[in-house]
């Protein structure tokens, strides 16, 4: 299985990892995020829907996806971690 961390933009790449890092436990090594003996390739999708499944559409359907930065809520505070279940 392929596991990926999903930003918007590279440029924001140093505030996506601090991110990454303050909700995850893990080190990044050579543009990659390590955690629990797992690999996690960085993946930058672009904004916008249009860009998001351009994106994706090769990634495989079992895929493991953590999406950081760039989903937005007026339900949530700026920093927040959301577990989505379903």
Known sequence: MQNFILIAEAGDFIGE????????NGEMREGKWYMDGTEWEILVTGVGAINVMHALRDI???AMLINIGYA???NYEIGSAV???E
């Open 17 to 24: 990892q601090k991110l990454i890092a303050q909700h995850l």
């Open 60 to 62: 495989p359907r079992d």
């Open 83 to 85: 577990l989505v279940q």
């Open 72 to 74: 937005g809520s007026a």
